[in-house]
Structure formats: C-alpha cells, structure tokens
C-alpha cells in the first residue's frame, strides 16, 4: 500500500521496460527506497538511524564473511587464526577491527533507533507488526553479538560463554539437561565454539529475513514522524528519493567519520585486555565482564541477590533479565494514550528523558563495573524503576496525562498553516 | 490481559530487586559503619599501583616507529626475557620491519632451536630456525607461568606502560610505604610475601613469581646507549608494543587518509543535502 499521489515508476529505457514486464525488481526498489515511497517531510535526525541500522548489518556481512575464510573454529587453534588475520592476511587487522568495532556501532545505532521508537510512539497502532519484527531483529543481533565474542576464544569469551549458557541452568527441572544439549559438554569446548561459529553465520541471514519484513510492514501505514500526527495529504510528504537519500546520505558521512575514527585511532577501547590471552579453562579472570551492549541486562541479571520468597535468586535475575526485553513486545497495548508523540505527552516526556534514560545508563555503567557495592544496590534500584517504567508508570500515565494540542496536520506544523485545514478537507 | 497482568509482573520484578537491596543493605551496613566502605580494605585495594606514565615514540595519531629502540628492546627479549616467555605469534622474518636485514634474520633464525614435528615417525625433532619459523615455544619447570610475550601490551591494562612500570618497580616489602605513607607491614602484618614469590607493586596481587629480571647492563647494546634497568624495561616495552600490533604505525596512516576522504565525501553530501531541501520547508 501506499498513498494515492506516490510517483509511479516510469522506466524510458527499452531494457529497462522489458526488465520491468519480466521481473519488476526496479519497480520494487523504487516504491521501497526510491521516489516512489511518499515520506513525511518533517522527520528529524533520529529518523537517521533505521538505514544506519541497515548499512552496519551489511557491513558486518561483508566484513564476516571474508574473516570467515580465514578463521579456524576449532579450540586449539581459534585464538591463533585470529592472531593470523591481524598480522598475516592482508589488510586482516582492518577487517577484523572493522568487525569487532562494527558489532558495537550496530548496537548504539539500533539503541537510538529503539529510543527514536520510545520517544516518538512508533511502536503504537497501526505500527505494532513492524515494533514486533524489531524486538525480534533485537533478539537475534544480541545472539549473534554474543556468539561472535566467543569465536577468538579468548580469556573473555571462554568465561563469557560460561556465564551466559549457564543462566539456562538456573531453569527448574531442565535446567541443567538444557544446558549440557545447548553446549554440547558440560562446558564450553571444542562443541560449544564449532556451533556457536556455524550459529553465529547464520544468524546475520535471519536478521536480513526479519529486516525485510521489518520494512514490508513499514510500507504498509508508512513512517511515523515527530509530531506522531498521520499523514493527512501530500503536502504532507516528500518522495523518499531524493530527499531521504541526501539527508540519510549526510548522516550516514557522519555516521562512517565517528566509526572509522575508532576503528582506526582506538579499536581496543571497546574491548577488554583479557579477550588477548588464550582462553584457559583452569583460571578465571578476576572480573568477568560481557561486552558494553550486554552492560544494562547484566546489571539487571545480578541484582536479585536474594531468594525473593520461594524463587532462587539466581532464578529471578534469568527471569527478569529475560523479561525486560520481552516486556517491550507488549508496549503497543501498554500504551493506551491516543496521541503517539512524546512532544505532545509532558509527563511521559518526563519519565523518558529524567527516568527511562538515567536508568538505562546507571544499569549500563553497574553492569561493566565490578559486582560489589556500591553498584549492585544503585542496579537494585534501577532495576526495579525500569519494570515500573513499562508496566505500572507507562499504562498509568497514558490514563492520567491530559496531552498537549496537536497540530491539524504534518504541513501545519512545517508552515503554521494549511491549506486542506481551512477547506476542512483531509479527515 | 495485558493492562490487567502487565502491572503485577512489573511489582513483581521491581518488588524482588527492592527486596536485594533491602537485605544487601543490612549486610552492607556493618561494614560501612566500620570502614566508611561497602568492602573491607585489602592489601591489594590499597598497594596496588597504577603503572607510571611512559612515553613511546608509536604513541598518539602520529606516531611512528623508532627502528633503534625496538631493536634494543629485541635485544633486551633476545638476551633475557627468551629464558623463560615465549613469543609465538611473531616469526623471525617480521624482524625484518624493525630494520633487520634479511642476512641478520637469518642469522637470528639460526641461533634458535624449532622442534618440527616429523608424523611419518611421530618424533620431534629440533633445528636451527629459518627466517618463516615464529618463535619457538619455551620449555618452562619453575615457578609460575610465565605468559606468552607476543600480545602483552595488549593483553594488560596500561599496555606498555604497564610492562615498564613492572620490571623496573620491584620493592623491598620491609618497611614499604604507598604514596599516602601508609605501611603495608603494618596496616596487613600477615601478607608477608611467602617464600619464591617477590613483591612488586605494580602487580594485580603485589606478589609475583618472576625475579627482577633486568641488570644493569644485562645486555649490551650495539649503538652504545647505556643498558640502566630503566633504559632496557623501556626499550623492551617498545619492542612488545610492536610485538603486539605490527601493524600500528600502518593503521594510523590508513586511518588519516578514510577519515580525510570521509570528511570530503560528507561536506559534499551536506552540501547536497542543502541544495535538494532548500526549496522545502521541513
């Protein structure tokens, strides 16, 4: 679906007309990304970082791919072929730094493109499918991430791999069972680093699966914008190409400039000293820390320290650390407030910039630190502010909140006026 | 379902992480009460030292490599170091980007023994290296574990830094003091250095294994700089930052030359991107 004034793909060329009759691929691409895509005129930079997402994913592929022809996946040599791309193949060190730092721009990219969906209700009707597909895609790249940080079979990923297949024993019953099937041994091995290489190839083409529906579902109501009010006529609206394209063209140069600085002037800055020691089974580092995506849902993992009533400890911080990505599939019916922008919501407004984001962060910067106090205590507490968040604060601010006015339409707020207001025509 | 459910699991999981911190609190408080910390002060907690600032001439954006210092700092690994670590990533050829020719590679290949394992026979036997051998493994029946060398610098933090710090900062235990004054002896009277260890500390457990390895002219060095412990932990710290990215200098060339095309290419989209708006409101 699209609106009724979208371009219609006109090919001149013979070639062109005759690719069109056989296979409309063109046609395709040019209603998806090209001229034919009618895009709200007024989206704003955070609207940026969706294509971003897309091309960090197929930067990981291309990068992945050739590693791939020259990593070993097996437990006595896998650190050692690691060593060998960065000081053996050509250009080895780049791929591999743009590689490893790429996994980490994809994850501040997709968290601003998540907090975009917060800020500006993407994830309410008619757009629920497309939020669904995101905190799928979300999952996925999370284990991929983590799969891909065991394969150099460091000091980190060893004990990484320990820690996180081991929440799958905290399970009641078949727990443990569980465990020792997903791993192939009672620990990580020779097993575990062979399936969790073929997994984490794999994976990369799930997620381009998933991202083409992604896309699909967002041709069909078309994109949100930042004042959430829908599009009412085609003043509305500009073709995607080339106005997108020029806007998401600069963004992505600035984009690229940030990346490469630090793939190039500080690639280990992300990482941790102890991933350069061989991984070895008999010694455990002193602090066992995940990479700095994984920081909040670690936090959260590690602060049920106590039993609550019957349920182990251990128990509940699985559960909760579960749970607080799978409470973001149920957002679109949480918020029940039928205005979808945070610009015109002052008191969810609030709780996202002064609650969700302080919280966020302070879970980010317990989970990286060592787990004493007192950054457990200050993770208690952010834990327990982020569930109320989305399941108590959110459904009862969207009752109580009395919203500001909206703007009659997008071209109202662009111009101050419009024209199909004054004609009361466009509801 | 959702609205009505959504709630208690919310006070659900918010109630169990207040519980946590309720009884953490209680465990807690005697402690601070006590130190005015949440931990209990160790010997490590309170000796460890940070490794000293050093400087390197690869450092920053703009550095490159000094050929000299990494050949002292070889020299330094080739003489002393080599009896106990290992340097396996590295191949005698790569010696050749630290200004060796290819004559003197051989020559260094020489004085090593490779084991080459023969399956026809299942033995292994040794023999002299050749330029494409990396450094062989080191057979080691003491104390300790000494690491591999190659990644160090990357594989510790403060790097270089760190590597410099710990070979020239050995100490006597009896009567040492931290930068605060406070003596170690007599704040933890029971963590005298046990017998084979030595105190040092730059260390993670201010007790390490390995003896203070350099001398004053423990090795000789052919430009004629002075071989002080100093001279040589630093040339040696040069020589392992090269170990553990040969590639470094490159890098940073590599990096100035993307980052100047990018910002070129992003000026021109900016540019673009004003030109193709500048007739629409947004």
Not at chain 1, 54 to 74: F, N, S
Not at chain 1, 383 to 406: C, D, G, K, Q, W
Not at chain 2, 173 to 186: I, P, R, S, V
Request: proline letters at 7%; aromatic letters at 16%.
């Amino acid at each position: 679906m699209s609106f009724p004034w979208a371009n219609e793909y006109k090919p001149s060329h013979p070639l062109m007309q005759w690719l069109d009759e056989k296979l409309p691929l063109p046609r395709f691409v040019y209603n998806a990304i090209g001229a034919g895509y009618p895009v709200p005129r007024n989206l704003s930079y955070w609207y940026n970082f969706g294509v971003l997402a897309g091309v960090c994913l197929v930067l990981q592929i291309i990068t992945g791919v050739v590693l791939a022809m020259h990593y070993a996946a097996d437990s006595t040599v896998a650190f050692n072929s690691t060593e060998h791309i960065m000081r053996d193949v050509n250009w080895g060190w780049m791929l591999r730094y743009m590689h490893a730092n790429g996994a980490s721009a994809f994850f501040v990219v997709i968290y601003v493109h998540i907090f975009r969906g917060f800020l500006f209700g993407s994830y309410k009707a008619p757009r629920e499918m497309i939020w669904l597909l995101g905190v799928v895609i979300f999952l996925l790249m999370m284990a991929t991430a983590f799969m891909g940080y065991v394969l150099p079979w460091g000091q980190m990923s060893f004990w990484g791999a320990q820690v996180i297949t081991g929440l799958f024993s905290a399970i009641p019953i078949v727990g443990d069972a569980l465990h020792t099937w997903l791993l192939g041994g009672f620990a990580p091995g020779q097993a575990a680093l062979n399936r969790f290489f073929s997994l984490h190839f794999l994976l990369p083409f799930v997620i381009v699966g998933a991202v083409i529906l992604h896309i699909w579902a967002l041709h069909i109501p078309g994109s949100t914008n930042p004042t959430g009010v829908e599009v009412k006529s085609e003043s509305d609206t500009v073709p995607f190409h080339p106005y997108y394209t020029a806007k998401d063209g600069f963004g992505l140069g600035v984009f690229l400039l940030v990346y490469c600085a630090i793939v190039y002037f500080a690639p280990n800055m992300l990482g941790h000293p102890d991933n350069y020691i061989p991984a070895n089974p008999m010694q455990t580092p002193a602090e066992i820390v995940p990479e700095w995506y994984f920081w909040p849902f670690y936090a959260i993992l590690r602060s049920f320290t106590f039993d609550f009533f019957f349920i182990p400890a251990k128990l509940m911080g699985v559960m909760a650390m579960f749970a607080s990505i799978l409470v973001w599939f149920f957002l679109p019916w949480l918020d029940t407030s039928p205005v979808r922008s945070t610009k015109y919501r002052p008191l969810l407004r609030k709780f996202i910039w002064f609650g969700l984001l302080p919280c966020v962060i302070v879970l980010g910067y317990c989970g990286g630190s060592p787990a004493h106090e007192p950054f457990v205590m200050a993770a208690q507490i952010a834990t327990a502010y982020y569930f109320l968040h989305f399941l108590v604060i959110l459904p009862v601010v969207s009752l109580i909140e009395r919203p500001e006015p909206l703007p009659f339409s997008i071209t109202e707020s662009v111009l101050g006026k419009d024209e199909h207001a004054v004609l009361g025509q466009g509801n | 379902m959702v609205r009505i459910l959504g709630p208690f699991i919310g006070l659900f999981f918010a109630l169990g992480a207040l519980w946590a911190f309720a009884n953490g609190a209680i465990a807690d408080a005697p402690v601070l009460a006590q130190y005015g910390h949440f931990t209990a002060p160790t010997a490590e907690t309170v000796f460890h030292k940070e490794p000293e600032a050093l400087r390197l001439q690869s450092d920053g954006p703009f550095g490159t490599w000094n050929k000299e210092q990494l050949q002292r700092g070889f020299a330094v690994y080739d003489n002393v170091c080599k009896a106990c670590h290992s340097l396996s990533h590295v191949s005698f050829r790569d010696l050749e980007q630290i200004g060796y020719s290819e004559a003197e590679v051989k020559a260094i290949a020489k004085t090593y023994q490779v084991p080459h394992y023969n399956a026809a026979t299942g033995e292994v036997a040794t023999a002299d290296g050749k330029p494409t051998d990396h450094f062989p493994p080191v057979v080691y029946a003491g104390q300790g574990s000494p690491p591999d060398l190659s990644l160090i610098t990357k594989a510790r933090e403060g790097g270089a830094a760190y590597v410099h710090s710990l070979l020239t900062g050995y100490a006597d235990q009896a009567g040492y003091k931290n930068d605060k004054g406070q003596e170690l002896l007599k704040m933890f009277p029971d963590i005298k250095t046990p017998d084979g260890l030595h105190f040092n500390p730059y260390f993670a457990n201010l007790n390490i294994a390995m003896p203070p390895p350099l001398t004053d002219d423990a090795v000789t060095y052919s430009d004629g700089t002075k071989a002080t412990v100093d001279q040589e932990a630093q040339d040696v710290a040069a020589f392992l930052t090269w170990t553990a990215e040969p590639s470094l200098v490159k890098r940073h060339q590599v990096g100035w030359a993307v980052l100047g095309f990018l910002l070129f290419a992003t000026v021109l989209a900016y540019m673009s991107k004003r030109t193709i708006w500048a007739e629409k409101e947004h």
